[in-house]
């Protein structure tokens, strides 16, 4: 149980190309999902949170014009990087949770690999 | 704040025990997980432990916590060279949200 996906798993593109993260919960309902920006040999940097049906709170220093999060229902959130550049190009991976039950931890997905030339 | 730190590099024998341990400063803390990140793929939950709890064993792991010294251990029994990947901690506090701060990371290798 708590599978996550996430698609696409790598995406390469130009410079000023808007790209669309999916991130999917399959067999629960995701009431919070998160998504988080890695670079290589780094920990994870939480970017924003999304909560079904609101807008997503975004962290310090996260241009929320720049990465679009979209949470429509309770199986789905999207994370668009718009006008993308190579210093967008990084690990991005998301997680959900089920905030109907009480102490469920985030599940992760597979992570999307972005590489804008 | 928020400061959960690791040490980078853990090297075992296959069949040995990993230890790998982390230490954490806020003392809202909730609960305590650790995760395992294989290269290439997103993060696997291993465990986690709420933070009333001093111990938690499940099959190959043991996780303990020591709250007075904010440390937390996985000790991994057996170890495989299927265990070879990156693994990090992480806490949530009250009234955090649900967000996770997550440690640096140790890099576990396991050698034959």
């Known amino acids: 149980g708590a599978v996550v996906s996430q698609h696409p798993s790598w995406v390469i593109c130009k410079s000023g190309t808007s790209v669309k993260i999916e991130c999917r919960s399959l067999?629960?309902?995701?009431?919070?999902m998160f998504w988080y920006r890695q670079f290589p040999k780094q920990s994870l940097m939480l970017m924003a949170t999304?909560?079904?049906?609101?807008?997503?709170?975004?962290e310090q220093g996260v241009e929320k014009d720049k990465f679009l999060i979209n949470h429509a229902s309770l199986t789905l959130s999207t994370l668009t990087v718009t006008s993308a550049h190579p210093e967008d190009s990084s690990f991005y991976i998301c997680?959900?949770?089920?905030?109907?039950?009480?102490?469920?931890?985030?599940?992760f997905g597979d992570g999307t690999r972005l590489s804008i030339l | 704040g928020e400061d959960v730190e690791q040490s980078l590099f853990l090297s075992v024998r296959e069949g040995d025990s990993s230890v790998i341990n982390c230490t954490y400063t806020?003392?809202?803390?909730?609960?305590l997980y650790w995760y395992k990140q294989e290269p290439g793929a997103g993060l696997q939950l291993l465990t986690y432990?709420?933070?009333?709890?001093d111990m938690k064993q499940d099959q190959r792991l043991t996780v303990l916590l020591n709250k007075k010294d904010k440390h937390l251990s996985l000790r991994i029994a057996d170890t495989q060279t299927g265990d070879s990947a990156i693994y990090f901690c992480?806490?949530?506090?009250?009234?955090?949200?649900?967000?996770?701060?997550f440690g640096t990371g140790t890099q576990l290798k396991v050698e034959l």
């Open positions: 432990i709420f933070s009333n709890m």
């Open positions: 806020d003392s809202s803390s909730t609960y």
């Open positions: 999304s909560n079904e049906g609101s807008k997503a709170t975004y």
């Open positions: 997680s959900a949770r089920d905030g109907k039950r009480d102490n469920q931890p985030q599940h």
């Open positions: 067999d629960f309902q995701a009431t919070t």
């Open positions: 992480a806490e949530s506090i009250t009234g955090g949200g649900n967000k996770l701060t």
